[in-house]
């Protein structure tokens, strides 16, 4: 006898949507991870979604179903990338944007746009520097600000690690301490750590 108010049928259509859902994230998640192989390879030009389904393993209207425009899923693929994914260099820094602004008008306003997070992102970086150590006396929290986003500039990135040759790491390195050199006022070296011991009485 089936009890009045079961809820066996809720239950079994819960478990379905949340398998649907898991798995829609997945599809999303293949196909953001294939955007950006196809963006860093050829660019934006040269990305199309016919590509980017074959690397994901999925239809072409899949694509479109979950990006509707090549240019949202470039910025789909350029979050996924801040936030932290299985490549060591982001989307962004490959300039991929960059590159099909100037012949893109919905790319152009996309690219405006991660030039003033840049911007902001550069003011919180100099601001956390200032509270850790004494900047350049000569410099203003705007002149530090600029330097900052200009060493933050994708295509400095691109320009030593894919035309230089350099590594990830050795990029990183150099970031880190040319930040320092054009930011951080020098400090007078400290005194040997046996010159500040007290003698003994």
Partial sequence: MVQVGSTDGKATRSYRSSHREAGARRT???????????FVARGYAGATLRAIAAEAGVSVPTVELLSGTKARLLKAAID???????????????????????????????????IRQRAITAGWIVDGLAGKADLHDELTRQ???????????????????????????????????????????????SRPRSARRRRSP
Avoid at 28 to 38: D, E, I, K, N, Y
């Fill in 28 to 38: 999303r998640q293949r196909v953001l991870q294939a955007a950006g192989s196809v």
């Fill in 80 to 114: 996924v990338a801040i936030a932290g994914d299985d490549e060591p260099v982001a989307v962004l820094d490959r300039g991929a944007v960059f590159e099909g602004s100037s012949r893109t008008p919905e790319l152009a306003e996309l690219t405006e746009q991660m």
């Fill in 143 to 189: 002149d530090a600000v600029d330097t900052m986003w200009l060493l933050m500039e994708p295509a400095v990135f691109d320009r030593l690690v894919r035309h230089r040759r350099w590594s990830v790491d050795r990029y990183q390195d150099w970031f880190a301490r040319t930040a320092r050199r054009l930011l951080v006022a020098d400090t007078p070296p």
